[in-house]
């Protein structure tokens, strides 16, 4: 079966700008997770939605933002994009309710390059 | 505050020998604990977990040990192969349905 899905996969804007990334989740799972990866860091937790209501939520501003439509396809939109924000985001998804229920599968993740 | 530690930015082992891989957290509450390996320009996959009712889970080439009391887990490879190489990221939850935290990761190189 097909895997998560992210597109674009390389982006680069300017300070000031917004940027939207769209994340596919295999088909069944309901739950999809946002994390950004920058280096040192690790993954950082963005945040979780399923059944199109935000579960969970990191520490991130409010210029960070998502949502999840009907058919658990995702978005996550970064509002007057910082040079900071430069980063992997990567999303995933998960089946609820199942054994492994946290075994989140990843997709290739979104290269954003902010100038 | 970062609940998921790695204090190991990078490790560097011989083809064959043990790769011990160490991760520390601090919240009492996470139950459920798992190892990802992230290669280069991929998304980081799933390898193995543990549940906190366990102190030790094996699959193949690779054991994931719990010390629940030093709030502690190692992932030992053995034998390590090149095709090993890649980021290893701890991560742990709480519950089956709350988030997932990572930590920094650990750069494995594995020397053939």
């Known amino acids: 079966k097909a895997g998560v899905t992210q597109t674009p996969r390389y982006l680069i804007k300017t300070r000031g700008q917004q940027v939207t990334l769209s994340c596919s989740p295999i088909s069944g799972h309901r739950s999809v997770s946002w994390y950004q990866q920058t280096p040192g860091q690790g993954l950082q937790f963005l945040f979780e939605?399923?059944?199109?209501?935000?579960?969970n939520k990191g520490n991130f501003p409010g210029r960070f933002s998502g949502r999840q439509f009907s058919n658990s396809r995702s978005e996550m939109n970064v509002s007057t994009l910082e040079l900071g924000d430069s980063a992997l985001y990567l999303c995933a998804s998960t089946i609820i309710g199942a054994p492994g229920a946290n075994v989140l599968t990843f997709g290739a993740g979104s290269r954003l390059t902010v100038l | 505050d970062q609940q998921v530690k790695q204090n190991s930015p990078s490790l560097s082992v011989q083809e064959g020998r043990i790769s011990i891989l160490n991760c520390d957290y601090t919240?009492?509450?996470?139950?459920?604990f798992l190892w990802y390996k992230k290669y280069p320009a991929e998304g980081p996959t799933f390898l193995i977990s543990?549940?906190?009712?366990?102190d030790k889970n094996e699959d193949g080439r690779f054991t994931v040990f719990l010390n629940k009391s030093a709030k502690h887990l190692s992932l030992h490879i053995v034998p390590s192969q090149p095709g090993d190489s890649a980021v290893y990221f701890c991560a742990a939850t709480k519950t089956s349905y709350d988030k997932v935290i990572f930590g920094p990761g650990t750069s494995l190189s594995v020397i053939p």
């Open positions: 919240n009492s509450m996470f139950d459920y």
């Open positions: 543990i549940s906190s009712i366990k």
């Open positions: 939605y399923f059944s199109e209501t935000q579960r």
